[in-house]
């Protein structure tokens, strides 16, 4: 089935460490999106990509990179400029058509040790 | 600036009785319109979308929203919940593109 697989489920940094949390699509989406999961806060879109070798910020792109080689690759790593990374990251794909809807992977639960 | 309301936090029902969930937005055009349902540690489901014509959509699960333009409102109802429904619902809007979404309800079901 197709779908999209964030992995892993949990995650832990230590403080000054850089993280890269994967996520891959076998939907031939040609957008692929990141976002931050805090509680109350709802989600807050960090990067995103509407074609191979081309990504934008999102509102809170500050202390995270990203990069697009692959249409159905699009990993995300969080720096150690990233001073508050404790949050549930979710990964995210679409068709590049204005009315199609998002489709989400399972999540990356990220903790600092 | 494109913004995504949902005032009510949390939520009880009783199992059987109705459900309204509601959202507002904040856009100059009618923008996409979209519910997303979460359970705990888990990604978002499309439970139904609007983009154009017939204000009342139906969704899976037994779900339905109604777009209302003069309200800015696009709420979300079930006629008769189950324990099931349980979960975190999330509004979304669609511009260019970028989605923003609402910061959620809760919703709790009792027995």
């Known amino acids: 089935d197709g779908g999209i697989t964030q992995s892993p489920k949990y995650l832990f940094r230590k403080e000054g460490q850089n993280v890269t949390l994967s996520c891959e699509q076998n939907?031939?989406?040609?957008?692929m999106y990141w976002y931050r999961q805090d509680p109350g806060q709802g989600l807050r879109l960090i990067y995103y990509?509407?074609?191979?070798?081309?990504?934008q910020k999102g509102d809170i792109a500050e202390g995270y990179s990203v990069s697009r080689e692959k249409k159905e690759s699009f990993p995300l790593t969080v720096t150690s400029a990233q001073k508050n990374p404790t949050a549930f990251y979710l990964c995210?794909?679409?068709?590049?058509?204005?009315?199609?809807?998002?489709?989400f992977g399972d999540g990356t639960r990220l903790s600092i040790l | 600036a494109q913004s995504v309301t949902q005032p009510d936090i949390h939520i009880t029902v009783s199992e059987g009785a109705s459900l309204e969930l509601r959202c507002n937005y904040s856009?100059?055009?009618?923008?996409?319109l979209f519910w997303y349902v979460q359970s705990p540690g888990q990604g978002l489901q499309l439970l139904l979308k609007y983009f154009s014509g017939d204000t009342l959509v139906q969704g899976i699960k037994g779900f339905e929203a109604e777009f209302k333009r003069s309200q800015s409102s696009f709420n979300l109802r079930k006629p008769s919940v189950h324990w099931s429904d349980a979960a975190e619902y999330f509004c979304a809007v669609g511009v260019s593109n970028k989605f923003y979404f609402g910061s959620g309800t809760k919703l709790n079901v009792k027995p």
């Open positions: 990509s509407q074609i191979v070798n081309d990504f």
């Open positions: 939907l031939n989406h040609d957008a």
């Open positions: 995210a794909s679409r068709r590049d058509r204005s009315n199609q809807p998002q489709h």
């Open positions: 856009y100059g055009a009618t923008p996409y």
